[in-house]
């Protein structure tokens, strides 16, 4: 970036630019651990601030690359080719909540729980509850179409999201989608945008559909002797017309590894364990967890534990909760992969996933949203044993075929970024690819726009 | 620490982000160096080789940026939010404090720290000398604050002071103005901390009477050290090193069935932050985890000795006006929160009620009330304001940094509000 840029960009912000080394190294990472270092951050406060700075961009061309909270886990805010990281942190109002039309309209910066806080005082509901949601933002769920527990029965981040306006490539402002719940006019932009990871435009307010608040949720725990138990009851739900709210399996080797960092009772002989949870009205969730529990122990739970109050719950959830911070403690390195097959095929996935580990002697923990086919896979590693890394490379690339063999995708929610560019075109074929080059041309033709991600091109090191 | 030591420690943080959901600091700066994660990632950087490996990974900051780095870490309040709340459970405060030291040692502290942290706190006889002369400094200048919690006085709003209060300085401490024979010895040990001591003499007074009152013998540790928590923050390892190793080896001399602390950051040092100070191996190990496993907060002591039950009742006070504000180095790091509750429950019985904001960081910090206090202020001022709404109209607390603070709150926007120490709640209700 050269000093007319600086100095442009300087008289917009004023001290919300910064270039200096240690500003510049903060805003290097995200969840993936590793660095860029941009040339400089933004921090705008309005759509305004966010149009000048693309169209400054168009004019030196230097790359500009939105970033949320930097909790994306594919490197999708990593400023791979420098320049200017647009920092939407301080963008970060509500700006209403219609109880009457059931929707929000807030800036790209709200961190999701605020939202659901906000709505929820009204007794209403923004479904979406990535893992993420007490640091992450609504505009880095909107980019990656960030899913959670509750996907099973209330989708993802696109099901809610009913209308964007976005700063295109250009420098354009362009308004997508509607304010109500229905729009058919043309093609669907809003839809699009969701999941773009930044690359077709820069999201400065977004127009979201909200629920009535359920009133109570009920939690039940089975344990299992094997996986093939708990895919049959997940099948048994299923086939009694039940959709919980979420619906967590976490396999053997989930289980061994919490068990070896904190103390939960369960039987010796668990092999697997299933949390589900129904919400809605009293009566109704009463009924639903009947039907789960009945269904559960049909189908051979060692164990089914039951809570409807919040303390019991919590204590329900716990060896869940468990699993990402006893991870870190095993292993010095995951390889965290988030596929999805589809339900049907999870008893076949979760069975080569556990041979895969003993063929190739990786620890390979997996836990997921069972209701709807997503499995966090993680292969744990030290980092300091060259054969090891190679042959975990090796495993994860033989997970995505075989994901994509069972008719599944490679990524679930955490977007392809640069983590998963390798692998992109595996899943897409050339023609995808070719036809999403084309589109990006259409919004971003100078390419100003999170370069050097989705796609490997030229010079793209494979990660 | 060791760099390795150091490194390993920051290898352990995953960069998830989830400190950014706690962080007291990060409301007011809204970027990404106020809080854990930055932090932790600008103390790497300068400690990564030169040359990173290959792209991606972590990317080295020369020593010209050690300066801004040290700023850096010095804007925080070492309230151990990011800590507590970390999924992976690094060691925050450890890693900080760390990367402090390490730049404290090679930049340097400034002239007035050092003094401060060598000479001046680890000596009570120094400490006596500079409150004789700020008191006499204040009444010249400055303008008196009367307030519920005693007289203030108010810097003009200039020179970055802006308005700042501060208690008015009594004519002479509390060990200095204990009779000759008396607290010289008893089984349980009072560390009453430089603050109590000599900026605020009567939260010392109460809580000796009161703990004398429970029936126990007290001994005062007269020739008490600071307990050393503002040099280590500073990251001047020495100067607390030097303080601690005379804390611990008058405190040993003694043998005290237990020590007993009015201040909870205090009693951190010695319940934690000692035992890093001094690691396993050390020939004063054996001497600092004496001394640390028999280190109590206030509360705990006077539970257990039974003198709540033979208390008079507090006099006719509006239900639920007596709050509880929680220190973060007591009732987060220490955990002790739930005792001084039910210290005050069986005292102040239903006149007391849990307050609006009680968690919440009071903004003072250390030295980070001296460095910004402008932001201080205002998380202070936030806190407050809250507690007020909330119908609070005395707080209790116990721990020196939290009242200075709340105090000079008080004193500059609610001069109604009562800011009480534990002790003195318990001293007014003595039989
Ligand atoms: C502990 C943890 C748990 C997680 N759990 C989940 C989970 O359950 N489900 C899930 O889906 N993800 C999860 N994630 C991943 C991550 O939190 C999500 O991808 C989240 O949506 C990222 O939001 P962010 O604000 O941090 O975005 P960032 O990481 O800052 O950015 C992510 C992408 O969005 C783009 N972007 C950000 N803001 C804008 C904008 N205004 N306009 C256009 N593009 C923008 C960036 O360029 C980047 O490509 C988890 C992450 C962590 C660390
Ligand atoms: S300190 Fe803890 S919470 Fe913060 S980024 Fe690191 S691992 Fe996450
Ligand atoms: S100690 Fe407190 S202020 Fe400092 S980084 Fe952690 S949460 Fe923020």
């Known amino acids: ?463 | 620490m060791t760099d390795e030591e150091l490194k390993l420690k920051i290898a352990a943080c995953a960069k998830c982000g989830s400190c950014r959901s706690v962080c007291t600091l990060y409301p007011e700066r809204r970027d990404e160096q106020s809080v854990a994660r930055g932090k932790i990632a600008l103390i790497e950087s300068s400690l990564a080789a030169p040359v990173p490996l290959c792209p991606g990974d972590t990317i080295p900051l020369g020593e010209e940026s050690d300066a801004a780095i040290r700023d850096a870490l010095a804007d925080c309040l070492l309230c151990g939010r990011c800590e507590r709340n970390c999924p992976n459970q690094v060691a925050v405060e450890e890693i900080l404090v760390g990367g402090r030291t390490r730049l404290a040692g090679k930049l340097g502290l400034s002239a007035w720290k050092r003094w401060l942290f060598g000479e001046m706190l680890p000596s009570a006889g120094a400490r006596g000398a500079i409150r004789a002369a700020g008191g006499f400094a204040q009444k010249l200048f400055l303008r008196k604050v009367p307030t519920e919690s005693g007289l203030h006085y108010r810097f003009p709003d200039l020179a970055g002071l802006h308005g700042r209060t501060v208690p008015a300085l009594p004519p002479s401490g509390f060990v200095a103005s204990l009779p000759e024979g008396e607290g010289l010895i008893g089984e349980v040990l009072l560390f009453v901390g430089c603050v109590f001591d000599i900026v605020m003499p009567g939260i010392g007074r109460a809580a000796y009477e009161t703990m004398k009152a429970s029936g126990a013998s007290v001994a005062v540790l007269r020739e008490s050290a600071c307990c050393g928590l503002p040099a280590l923050a500073s990251g001047d390892r020495e100067g607390a090193l030097k303080s601690v190793t005379k804390n611990i080896a008058s405190i040993r001399a003694r043998s005290p069935k237990s020590v007993v602390f009015p201040c909870g950051s205090c009693l951190t040092m010695f319940r934690r932050e000692v035992l890093s100070l001094i690691p396993e191996g050390d020939p004063l190990r054996a001497d600092a985890d004496w001394v640390s496993g028999r280190c109590v907060d206030y509360a705990t002591f006077i539970l257990e000795t039974g003198l709540a039950g033979r208390l008079n009742p507090m006099p006719v006070v509006e239900k639920g006006s007596v709050g509880w504000h929680d220190p973060c180095h007591l009732s987060g790091t220490l955990g002790r929160g739930g005792v001084a509750r039910d210290l005050l429950t069986r005292v102040a019985g239903d006149a007391f009620r849990e307050m609006a904001g009680a968690s919440l960081c009071c903004g003072y910090g250390g030295t980070f009330n001296v460095r910004d206090y402008p932001t201080s202020g205002r998380l202070g001022a936030n806190k407050v304001s809250l507690a007020v709404r909330g119908g609070t109209s005395t707080i209790v607390t116990a721990c020196s940094g939290c009242i200075l603070q709340l105090r000079d709150m008080a004193a500059r926007f609610s001069t109604k509000t009562r800011v009480r120490h534990l002790a003195e709640i318990v001293r007014e209700l003595l039989p």
């Open chain 1, 1 to 463: 970036m050269d000093d007319i840029s600086r100095t442009r960009l300087r008289e917009i912000f004023g001290d919300r630019f910064r270039d200096a080394p240690d500003d510049r190294l903060c805003y290097s990472f995200d969840a993936t651990g590793r660095e860029y270092l941009p040339d400089a951050v933004v921090f705008p406060l309005c759509t305004e601030e966010v149009r000048r700075t693309v169209l400054l961009a168009n004019e030196f061309g230097f790359p500009v690359v939105p970033r949320g909270a930097g909790s994306g886990f594919s490197g999708g805010c990593l400023p791979v080719r420098g320049g200017v990281v647009l920092s939407t942190e301080r963008m970060d109002r509500i700006i209403t909540i219609d109880s009457g039309n059931l929707l929000a309209v807030v800036e790209p910066g709200v961190v999701t729980e605020t939202l659901k806080e906000a709505a929820r005082r009204l007794s209403l509901f923004y479904p979406p509850d990535p893992a993420s949601m007490k640091f992450g933002t609504i505009g880095g769920n909107i980019a990656e179409c960030a899913g959670g527990m509750s996907a099973v029965k209330y989708g993802v981040t696109r099901d809610y999201v009913l209308g964007l306006e976005a700063v295109l490539g250009t420098g354009e402002l362009i308004r997508t989608g509607v304010s109500t719940a229905k729009g058919v006019v043309g093609y669907d932009l809003t839809r699009l945008l969701v999941g773009s990871e930044g690359t077709l435009g820069i999201i400065t307010r977004a127009t979201l559909k909200l629920l009535p608040l359920p009133g109570s949720t009920g939690t039940l725990l089975a344990l299992f002797r094997d996986n093939g138990a708990a895919a049959r009851a997940v099948a048994g739900i299923v086939a009694a017309r039940i959709t919980p709210s979420a619906m967590e399996l976490m396999d053997r080797s989930a289980i061994d590894c919490v068990r070896r960092v904190v103390e939960i009772e369960m039987p010796e002989n668990t092999g697997c364990a299933l949390l589900v949870e129904v919400d809605g009205a009293l009566a109704a969730v009463m009924a639903e967890a009947d039907g789960v529990e009945a269904a559960l122990r049909t189908h051979g739970a060692i164990e089914v534990r039951r809570a409807t109050d919040e303390a019991g719950r919590e204590q329900l959830w716990k060896l869940r909760r468990s699993i990402s911070p006893a991870l870190r403690k095993i292993g010095a390195v995951k390889l965290n992969e988030d596929i999805v097959v589809p339900r049907s095929a999870l008893p076949v996935m979760m069975a080569f996933l556990s041979d895969l580990a003993d063929r190739e002697r990786l620890t390979i923990v997996n836990f997921g949203h069972a209701g709807d086919g997503n499995i966090h896979v993680n292969v744990m590693i030290s980092g300091t044993d060259a054969d090891e890394r190679r042959r975990a490379d090796a495993a994860v690339e033989a997970i995505f075929r075989k994901t994509i063999d069972l008719g599944g995708t490679i990524s679930g929610e955490h977007g392809v970024g640069i983590s998963k560019a390798p692998f992109f075109e595996m899943e897409v074929g050339p023609l995808g690819v070719s036809v999403m080059k084309r589109l990006k041309a259409a919004f971003d033709p100078k390419g100003i726009l999170n370069p050097g991600k989705i796609w490997l091109d030229e010079g793209m090191a494979r990660s």
